[in-house]
């Protein structure tokens, strides 16, 4: 379905495009019957007025609003980088929002976004839900999601396969024979650890037998390091996979302090690589993430779909490197 825009009410109300403009702006220079004609063109077809519609004339606002966790600035940064080169060549400013867990909630930030009148959105919130995508799509504006995986009529995304990363990487284990995998749960990512989660349930399930090994973290622990302290007194692995370079380190100090040896005794891998797994010794086995390039065609999807062109595919898959290190054998 074509998305209805400032020509397409112009055309149905039979005046020019600065009158349309004039009326959605409130302005008192048109005359009363004429200003009847566009509100019912309006509401004939549907149409929500964005930007463009609210700019004077076909006059666009070129910004674009960029939506990022507060928590996940650290991981965040190459995509953001990603994301501002491409829209410096395409000459759009942007307007960054960030969310804060139990502070600021999607939906104040969503009304912001509405009411200043950006021509697209990109998002990057695991924890985003299909009625606040939802009331976005009902006013027309283009968004594309990084990390998630869905699409419609006004949304595209970008995002990297977690579940087959984990499915491929556990698969190969279970091939040689190593059962017991463990994921460690991270709190502050659930949305990825699902994804995760799911791939592990696969992988074992296609080698007849079930996923087991999922370690919660309880509520009442401050941090992963000091429950893993707790549990891997009684519980021990071959192989433990964490999301968060924090908690991949958590795991290699307390096998340290039990003696457990790395890796003849437990492997250890993390699925986000950063500099400090190869700083650990030892070094970390790690997933590289291309955090630049989601940023980048996020950036590049969504002017695609601002400039009405032919986009094909909206939802784009980018793959990952495996970096095996010092911690798996």
Known sequence: MKRITIYDVAKEADVSLATVSRVINGSEVVREDTRLKVQEAVEK???????IAQGLALQKTTTIALIVPE??????GQIINGFIDVAKIYKYNIVLHTTTEGITEMGDIIETIIKSHVDGVVIFNDKLNKEELNILTRYQVPIVVIGNRMSDETVGSVYVDYAKLIYDFASDYLDRGINSIALVEDRKNMAMIRQLR????????????????YIAIPKEYRSSYLYLQEYMKTNRHQLMITYRDSQ????????????????????IACILDSKYLAMARPQITGFKIPDYDLGAVAMRLLTKMLHDDDVVEKECELSYIYTPRKSTK
Do not use: C, R, W
């Open 45 to 51: 077809l549907g149409y929500k007025p964005n930007a």
């Open 198 to 213: 799911d791939g592990l349930e696969k992988a074992f399930a296609d080698h007849g037998k079930q996923f087991e090994h």
């Open 248 to 267: 991949a380190m958590a795991v290699l100090n307390t096998a340290k302090e039990m003696g457990i040896a790395v890796p003849e005794e437990l492997e």
């Open 71 to 76: 928590a996940s600035f650290f991981y965040t």
